[in-house]
Structure formats: structure tokens, C-alpha cells
């Protein structure tokens, strides 16, 4: 069961490498006039609801803005979009692959779950993103390292929002993103189960309370903003 459990967890929140996507990515918003087009350094979140389960045999409820709305999403992923001409590329950390840089259509390929549906990916920018190309440079560095399955600071692998964090730090050295003590709990202090189930295979225990990062800590701090870009095919 503990095996079926990590390939489903893999299959959901990790991904491989493929053929080229176009950087115009489709949208389901309404008016059209609001779509923006994914720039180079732009972060995409990947969120499920709070009650969502690992598990082969699981019933969860469909992925949506209402089942993910307020307290009910659960950030589990953040990665760096690369955007070259026609061409957009994920830079990311993962258990499967450790930090690599994978094309963006086998990062939505990849993250379709077990009904087919897709997790609720949303797009953050960046309010400044003059130094953009400085912060990709710095992620490239780190591409061949390995995932930290410890959620340590004090070692070379990294984790999503570790390795985002760890790359978009300016040229004087001064970080873009804040360090807090990890959170990874609900609003009633209790864990939500993806996350039980998941640190069950890589962790001892969930890091509560460890300095660093976390997706849905990252995703709320005030030098991002969400632009209209929904990355469904």
C-alpha cells in the first residue's frame, strides 16, 4: 500500500521531462480581454482542497474554485516558469527528478490526476520583475541537485518553495522572498491529509515550525500579485 501511495504522490505534485509548449497558455476566464500570456519568472502554484487524499482508493471531490476556495486550498507546489520565444519551461524541485528544468506541457500533462481533472494552478508575478532574468540564472544553478527530503537549510538539496526561495535573491544578495516558520497546518491547527501522507514517506515528521518557506506561505506574500493565467489545456 506504502508503494501504490508514493507513486501516487509522484504522479501528482511531481514531473517529467517532454516535448515544447507554447508560452500563450489556454484560459478558461471569461472575458478574454483579461488573459494574460505566462512571463519569464512568473510562479505557478499548484493547490488541491484541504480533504484531498493520496490514497489509490480514494473518493475525493473535484478539483475547482469552490472546493478550493478561502481555508480550502492546500498550496502543495510552487515552480519557476522559463519563457524563450515560442517555449516555456519549468524549473523546479521534486522528489522524482530533484531540481531540473522540464517543458511546461509535461508539467500539466503530469500534474492531471487520478480522475483526469487538474489541481488549481494559479499564476503569481512578480510587482517588480525588472531583475527576472537575474533570479531564472540563479535557479540554472541549482539544477542537478537534490530534493530535500529533509526541509533542511542547513544542506545543498532543495525543495519547491526552498529552491524558489534560494533563487530570487538580487544581485547585492538581498532575498526577494521572507523566511518564516513553516506552516503546514489548517486554520484548526490540525494537518490536512495530503500532507500526513506524503512527509509519511519522505520525513520522520512534518517540519511545523522550521524556518524556511512553504507554497501557500509564498504564494501570500505582498511583493507577488496573481495575474489571469490558467494553465489548463
Known amino acids: 500500500m506504502k508503494k501504490i501511495l508514493i507513486i501516487c504522490a509522484i504522479a501528482l505534485i511531481f514531473v517529467a521531462c517532454h516535448s515544447k509548449k507554447e508560452a500563450t497558455v489556454i484560459s478558461n476566464e471569461t472575458d478574454s480581454s483579461r488573459i494574460e500570456t505566462l512571463q519569464n519568472g512568473d510562479l505557478i502554484f499548484v493547490g488541491i482542497p484541504m480533504c484531498y487524499s493520496l490514497a489509490p482508493d480514494a473518493v475525493n471531490v473535484p478539483v475547482n474554485d469552490s472546493t478550493c476556495a478561502g481555508d480550502s486550498l492546500n498550496l502543495v507546489h510552487v515552480a519557476i516558469a522559463e519563457v524563450r520565444g515560442d517555449s516555456a519551461w519549468i524549473i523546479d524541485a521534486t522528489i522524482r527528478r530533484n531540481v531540473n528544468r522540464y517543458p ?4 500539466l500533462n503530469d500534474f ?18 525588472s531583475n527576472v532574468e537575474k533570479y531564472i540564472e540563479n535557479a540554472k544553478k541549482f539544477i542537478g541537485r537534490k530534493y530535500d527530503v529533509d526541509f533542511s537549510p542547513d544542506n545543498d538539496a532543495q525543495f519547491c518553495s526552498e529552491l524558489v ?53 509564498m504564494a501570500a506574500e505582498k511583493c507577488l500579485k496573481t495575474v489571469p493565467v490558467k494553465l489548463v489545456k
Open 104 to 107: 511546461l506541457d509535461t508539467f
Open 112 to 129: 492531471k490526476l487520478a480522475d483526469g481533472g487538474m489541481p488549481l494552478l494559479i499564476v503569481k508575478r512578480l510587482v517588480d520583475n
Open 165 to 217: 526561495s534560494n533563487s530570487y535573491v538580487t544581485s547585492d544578495g538581498k532575498p526577494v522572498f521572507s523566511q518564516y516558520p513553516m506552516n503546514f497546518q489548517k486554520v484548526d491547527g490540525t494537518f490536512p491529509l495530503y500532507w500526513q501522507q506524503l512527509f509519511g514517506f519522505i520525513h520522520s515528521e512534518i517540519p511545523q515550525g522550521r524556518m524556511g518557506t512553504t507554497p501557500a506561505q
